[in-house]
């Protein structure tokens, strides 16, 4: 059972909806947290409320799309704390309503931009940083239910395509790190009460700047507000997971029937006569 009080974490997409579920159930645990977000007005102003609880957090402006930022926001977190413990690569944009063949180059650069990359960068400079100390770690990295099945009629194979890479990137990190004493997790929420469904707001200029809302946007946005879970369990979840070292960490509504039918459709692929098992 990994002890969360005193370590320090880093949660990227801090400033709101999940990333600030996690961000409050780490802190309300004892953790030290730095709370990493692309919108520096926002992610101040939720450290500053948290911070008038007595926790002890700490607001940093990343862009998880850019390496140098992710390196920037690991600087100041090992200035200010000495050591990093646990990192939430979190930080995550929606693709929704727009067939496959009509999704715009720019569109595929900024979801897998923030929910690929931005897993990546996180891997490639936190996890160094957590192992060089040799304490007791944890990664998560915040996947979604979209990354176990593609639901017919949503449109969303973007996301999807890029949370089945978010599960990847944390199995294959699972395996490396086997054997060490650091944790690996995936969050793999549900409909969860956000805004992502506004993250296209936030497009760094690199990317082609901030975009105006969709109609299909407004749409996803009205269920996650009207359906989807409290961000704040959320964070719950990613506490216990992280205790008790669970790696498929889902949470809120899963449409389980959907990804076993999948799997079972997998399995059946696999009794082809044009198969052979090694």
Not at 107 to 124: L, Q, S, T
Not at 151 to 157: F, L, V, Y
Request: proline letters at 4%; one cysteine or more.
């Amino acid at each position: 059972m990994q002890e969360i009080s005193g370590k320090t974490a880093i949660v990227t997409g801090a400033a709101s909806g999940i990333g600030l579920g996690i961000a409050t159930a780490l802190a309300e645990e004892g953790a030290n947290v730095v709370m990493a977000d692309i919108q520096k007005d926002a992610v101040e102003k939720a450290a500053h409320a948290l911070s008038d609880t007595n926790k002890r957090v700490m607001p940093v402006q990343i862009d998880v799309t850019q390496e140098q930022s992710v390196v920037d926001a690991l600087a100041e977190t090992e200035r200010s704390f000495g050591k990093l413990h646990i990192a939430c690569n979190n930080a995550g944009v929606p693709m929704h309503g727009t067939e496959l063949v009509d999704v715009p180059t720019d569109d595929w650069a900024f979801v897998a931009g923030v929910n690929i990359w931005g897993i990546v960068f996180g891997i490639r400079h936190f996890v160094p940083a957590i192992l060089k100390h040799g304490e007791e770690g944890h990664i998560v990295n915040t996947a979604s239910v979209a990354g176990f099945q593609n639901r017919r009629g949503t449109n969303q194979g973007p996301y999807s395509m890029s949370k089945y890479a978010a599960l990847s990137l944390s199995e294959a990190l699972e395996h490396e790190l086997d054997g060490t004493n650091v944790g690996v997790s995936v969050l793999c929420p549900g409909p969860i009460a956000t805004n992502i469904a506004h993250g296209a707001r936030n497009r760094p200029g690199h990317m082609g700047g901030p975009k105006a809302g969709s109609s299909d946007e407004a749409v996803l946005a009205e269920r996650l507000a009207t359906t989807g879970l409290d961000p704040m369990k959320t964070g719950e979840r990613v506490v216990d997971a992280i205790r008790t070292n669970t790696f498929y960490s889902f949470v809120g509504a899963v449409p389980a029937n959907v990804i076993r039918a999948r799997h079972r459709r997998i399995e059946d692929a696999l009794n082809s006569t044009w198969v052979t098992h090694y």
